[in-house]
């Protein structure tokens, strides 16, 4: 088991650019979460996906977007980077809702100049 | 809005010290809990978690426990190594809640 795998691992963008980052989980998961983690500080939930075909906005949604392409693929979108989206994402997911544990994926360190 | 918080931002522990890492919360609806460690460079990894209907739970090297009463957690880790060094975080979850709170975390530094 790979677990969960998030691609790029860096990305340096300029102001205004778009991409997608890539997340999947070999794990059988039906919830998948997309963080926000800037230095110094905990984790912030951007979106998540409590099971396929469905999304949720988290605490801090703005200036992304999100697409859950199967149960084992949640994609986040930045159509116009900004600075302030600066930071190390991360995705997670796991098998329920409440009571089980996240998984998490190594991160992708994203910085927007 | 409702918050999870750590005491201590930074905790220095020499090596085969106990230590204790704390965190308040502030939501009465969670039920849930569970401890993170994070090491430079990588994902948070889970390390153990606690219902509500516990005050204790023990795992290895690690026990977290719960005081509903004053809404605090904390982990205790025994005989600490140099590899638990990291950042902890705390987390939490509500009842009918669908996603984690996560607490600003804990540098836990361990001293050869």
């Known amino acids: 088991n790979a677990g969960v795998t998030q691609t790029p691992k860096f990305q340096v963008l300029k102001t205004g650019q778009s991409m997608t980052l890539q997340c999947a989980q070999d794990m059988n998961h039906n919830s998948m979460y997309w963080y926000r983690q800037d230095p110094g500080m905990g984790l912030r939930l951007i979106y998540y996906s409590a099971s396929e075909g469905t999304t949720d906005k988290g605490e801090v949604p703005n200036g992304y977007n999100v697409s859950r392409l199967n149960k084992r693929e949640f994609s986040l979108r930045l159509e116009s980077a900004a600075p302030s989206q600066t930071s190390v994402y991360f995705c997670?997911?796991?098998?329920?809702?409440?009571?089980?544990?996240?998984?998490f994926g190594p991160g992708t360190r994203l910085t927007v100049t | 809005g409702e918050s999870v918080g750590l005491h201590l931002p930074t905790l220095s522990v020499q090596e085969g010290d106990n230590s204790i890492i704390n965190c308040a919360y502030s939501n009465s609806a969670s039920d849930y809990f569970i401890w993170y460690k994070q090491e430079s460079g990588k994902g948070p990894q889970f390390i153990i978690d606690i219902r509500s209907n516990m005050d204790k739970r023990q795992g290895q090297r690690v026990t977290v426990l719960l005081n509903k009463t004053v809404k605090h957690l904390s982990l205790q880790i025994a005989a600490t190594q140099p590899g638990d060094s990291a950042v902890y975080f705390c987390?939490?979850?509500?009842?009918?809640?669908?996603?984690?709170?996560f607490g600003e975390g804990t540098q836990l530094t361990v001293n050869p």
């Open positions: 997670a997911s796991r098998w329920g809702g409440q009571g089980y544990e996240q998984y």
């Open positions: 987390a939490e979850e509500e009842t009918s809640g669908s996603r984690l709170t």
